[in-house]
């Protein structure tokens, strides 16, 4: 198993489709982290859970709605999302969110809003 | 002023040679410093992070941070074309809700050529 997995690699989806991105860390970290990538602009930081517990919201639009179970797993649901949300979404992890831990991302999702 | 600035490049080295990589950063409050490469289409892939003033090396790689002039490099020496990507300097601060956040430069695009 990879150190980060997202899942999925690909996804199009309509403004008015549900659908969730997944990410899982086998690195025993305890902080885990969403960021957006958009052509021609440096990785935006989303959100941040740090033991289970969002810790930073980074003014994200309420369509998307993280969930974060355990320490290994992180969700990103997605809904009534816009053309303008398309972009690669990549999940990170990190031992704990201080300012000495080196963040390890996963593959990324690349979304497509049609 | 952007929190995280580097010179978007393309810049262009011959294999063999050395390549020198800037980052300027604007919060003096900043504590650790990142270097990530991404090549197209993938996600980005720590190579080396430094926390004091002075250089830190890594096999070919050797970073150098001076925190007086808010700037941090990356040298790569023995350029090989495999080395061609995008390299992203990230710097992370403490946030007014208390944990780090990793900030990101738009990244310089590298091109070793054979």
């Known amino acids: 198993e990879t150190g980060v997995t997202q899942t999925p690699r690909h996804l199009v989806m309509g403004m008015t489709n549900k659908k969730s991105l997944k990410c899982e860390q086998h690195?025993?970290?305890?902080?885990m982290y969403w960021y957006k990538q958009s052509a021609k602009k440096p990785l935006e930081l989303m959100f941040v859970?740090?033991?289970?517990?969002?810790?930073e919201n980074n003014s994200v639009p309420s369509r998307f709605s993280p969930e974060c179970p355990n320490s290994s797993h992180l969700f990103l649901h997605l809904h009534t999302l816009q053309p303008e949300d398309s972009a690669l979404y990549l999940c990170a992890s990190s031992q704990d969110d201080r300012a000495y831990s080196p963040l390890h991302f996963g593959n990324g999702t690349r979304l497509t809003v049609t | 002023q952007k929190e995280v600035e580097q010179n978007s490049g393309p810049l262009s080295v011959p294999e063999g040679a050395i390549a020198s990589l800037n980052c300027t950063y604007s919060?003096?409050?900043?504590?650790?410093f990142f270097w990530y490469r991404q090549y197209s289409g993938k996600s980005p892939e720590l190579i080396m992070f430094?926390?004091?003033?002075g250089d830190k090396e890594d096999g070919r790689f050797t970073a150098q941070l001076n925190k007086a002039s808010q700037y941090v490099s990356l040298l790569i020496r023995d350029s090989q074309p495999s080395d061609s990507a995008t390299y992203l300097c990230?710097?992370?601060?403490?946030?007014?809700?208390?944990?780090?956040?990793?900030?990101f430069g738009k990244g310089t695009k590298l091109s070793v050529i054979p």
């Open positions: 919060d003096r409050g900043s504590q650790s």
């Open positions: 990230a710097v992370k601060k403490q946030s007014g809700a208390g944990s780090y956040q990793l900030t």
């Open positions: 690195l025993g970290h305890n902080a």
């Open positions: 430094i926390y004091s003033n």
């Open positions: 859970y740090n033991f289970k517990e969002q810790t």
